[in-house]
């Protein structure tokens, strides 16, 4: 069974611009959730997803949000990139016994 | 918000000992725990789940959970260089047993000495 895949996998942008990122879940997996790591927050919640539905929601501001579609792809969209959004951006995918499974992330660098 | 303690190390385990690894949590409510190990650049890797009180063996792996004190371990038995890594505890972040993201402890840089 083929993993979580994340496009793009490196991303560079200068601020003010916006980014979007691509998440494909585990086959029959319904639920994908969102995570920001930097070394020094650790990994953070953003968001998660089901059945195109946000069910949950971390503490980030507005300019961070996603979507899911129907064959259960996610998106998440950062608008006015900030220095501070320089981060891996990590998709998992979870199975119906909550255990989440990651992708290999994209590595933002936002100049 | 919930809170996922774990000491940040580095700990360092001789090659074929046993590494144990601790990890505290704030809310009592919690009933479903992760392990997971990150090595350096990559994305992290589930390695243990653990649901209720006690121990569960995995290979060389034992998650050990007390809710009572609210705390889960992950030990590792015959050590190899190839367990360093840094090893994340993960709760969900709704214990209202709906959608859960994870709420991350900051991991246990774990290191191997051959």
């Known amino acids: 069974k083929a993993g979580v895949t994340q496009t793009p996998r490196y991303l560079i942008k200068t601020r003010g611009q916006q980014v979007t990122l691509s998440c494909s879940p585990i086959?029959?997996?319904?639920?994908v959730s969102w995570y920001q790591q930097t070394p020094g927050q650790g990994l953070q919640f953003l968001f998660e997803y089901f059945s195109e539905t946000q069910r949950n929601k971390g503490n980030f501001p507005g300019r961070f949000s996603g979507r899911q579609f129907s064959n259960s792809r996610s998106e998440m969209n950062v608008s006015t990139l900030e220095l501070g959004d320089s981060a891996l951006y990590l998709c998992a995918s979870s199975n119906l016994a909550g255990e989440q499974f990651f992708g290999p992330g994209t590595r933002l660098t936002v100049l | 918000q919930k809170e996922v303690e774990q000491n940040s190390g580095p700990l360092s385990v001789p090659e074929g000992a046993i590494a144990s690894l601790n990890c505290t949590y704030s809310?009592?409510?919690?009933?479903?725990f992760f392990w997971y190990r990150q090595y350096s650049g990559k994305s992290p890797e589930l390695i243990m789940s653990?649901?209720?009180?006690g121990d569960k063996e995995d290979g060389r792996f034992t998650a050990q959970l007390n809710k009572a004190s609210q705390y889960v371990s992950l030990l590792i038995r015959d050590s190899q260089p190839s367990d360093s890594a840094t090893y994340l505890c993960a709760v969900p972040s709704d214990s209202g047993g709906g959608a859960d993201g994870l709420t991350f402890g900051k991991g246990t840089h774990l290191i191997i000495q051959p």
């Open positions: 653990i649901y209720s009180n």
């Open positions: 086959s029959g997996h319904r639920s």
């Open positions: 809310d009592r409510v919690s009933q479903s």
